[in-house]
C-alpha cells in the first residue's frame, strides 16, 4: 500500500520540485533529491574562526573582522552548516513559510556536521532563537525550534526554551546591517526555561539563517544575563555580503 501511495504521490525534493523515486535507505521521507544533496556547500575556506564569514568579505586586518567586531563578548564563536544559496534557500522558505517540517532534518544534519568540530560543545544543550506569538501562530510553529529539536535527537541533548520575544518586534527580513540592529534590541526576554541557562556553561543557539549576527547577538546577551558562560550561534545557513562560488543549476521548486 505505501508503494502504491508513493506511485501515485510521490514526495517531491524541497529543493528542485523533482519526485524522489528512490529515498535513501533509513528515510521514510526525505526532503532532497541526490543533486540537490551535493549542491549544498559549506562556507568556503579560509573563514573567521568566530563568525564564520569567508576571509576577504570585510576584513580589514588580521585580527579584526568587520562582521563580528561588535558581537557581545559571550558569542564565543558562529558556525553555519552551509552558504544561503540554491538549493539552501529553497529548504529555508520550505520551512519557514511553506510548513514543510521534513526540511529540519536535512539542515540539523548539515549542522551537526560542523558541530563535530567543538568537542567543548558535548552535551551542551540547544536553545532555539523565539519568534513572536504572532508569526508562531500564523506558522503553525517556531522554525528554529523545529530545527532545534531535530539538532538535539542527533546529538542527543536538550532543548530549552531559555528566551522568548517580545511583543512587536518586526521581521529582520529586508533591513540593512544597522536597522537590524536597531529592531532587535530589547527584543529577547527570558522564557520558560530561562531559570536553568545558569546551570549551563555552553549554550548553542539556534536559528535557520545567519546574516549579520544581529539576532543572535540579542539573544546571546540575554542568555549572557541568565548565566550561560558561553554561547555558540549555530545556523543551517551563512548569508553572504556578495556571491561565493559558482551557483550550480539546481532548479527552483515549481510547486510551493
Excluded at 188 to 210: K, M, N, Y
Aim: net charge positive; hydrophobic share 40%.
Amino acid at each position: 500500500m505505501n508503494r502504491l501511495l508513493r506511485f501515485l504521490l510521490p514526495l517531491r525534493c524541497l529543493g528542485c520540485g523533482v519526485p524522489i523515486s528512490d529515498p535513501p535507505a533509513g528515510e521514510a521521507e526525505p526532503a532532497l533529491c541526490l543533486d540537490c544533496r551535493l549542491a549544498l556547500a559549506e562556507p568556503p575556506a579560509p573563514r573567521c574562526p568566530r563568525c564564520d564569514l569567508p576571509r576577504g568579505t570585510g576584513r580589514l586586518r588580521p585580527e579584526f573582522c568587520a562582521q563580528c567586531d561588535d558581537w557581545p563578548p559571550i558569542v564565543r564563536r558562529a558556525v553555519a552548516g552551509v552558504v544561503l544559496r540554491p538549493p539552501a534557500d529553497a529548504l529555508v522558505q520550505s520551512l519557514k513559510y511553506a510548513g514543510w517540517r521534513r526540511a529540519a532534518e536535512p539542515m540539523a544534519e548539515r549542522i551537526a556536521r560542523r558541530l563535530v568540530a567543538f568537542p567543548e560543545l558535548e552535551g551542551a544543550p540547544v536553545v532555539p532563537v523565539p519568534t513572536t506569538e504572532r508569526r508562531e501562530r500564523r506558522r503553525g510553529y517556531n522554525q528554529a525550534r523545529v530545527l532545534a529539536e531535530a539538532l538535539a535527537r542527533r546529538r542527543g541533548v536538550e532543548v530549552l526554551d531559555g528566551l522568548a520575544r517580545r511583543v512587536g518586534s518586526a521581521s529582520q527580513v529586508a533591513l540593512p546591517r544597522d536597522e537590524r540592529r536597531a529592531n532587535v534590541s530589547k527584543a529577547f526576554v527570558p522564557g520558560p526555561d530561562g531559570s536553568r541557562i545558569g546551570a549551563v556553561s555552553h549554550t548553542i543557539l539556534v536559528d535557520d539563517v545567519l546574516t549579520t549576527g544581529a539576532t543572535a547577538g540579542s539573544a546571546a546577551e540575554v542568555l549572557a544575563a541568565l548565566g550561560s558562560g558561553a554561547v555558540t550561534v549555530a545556523a543551517f545557513a551563512r548569508a553572504l555580503p556578495h556571491p561565493v562560488g559558482r551557483q550550480g543549476g539546481v532548479r527552483r521548486p515549481m510547486f510551493r
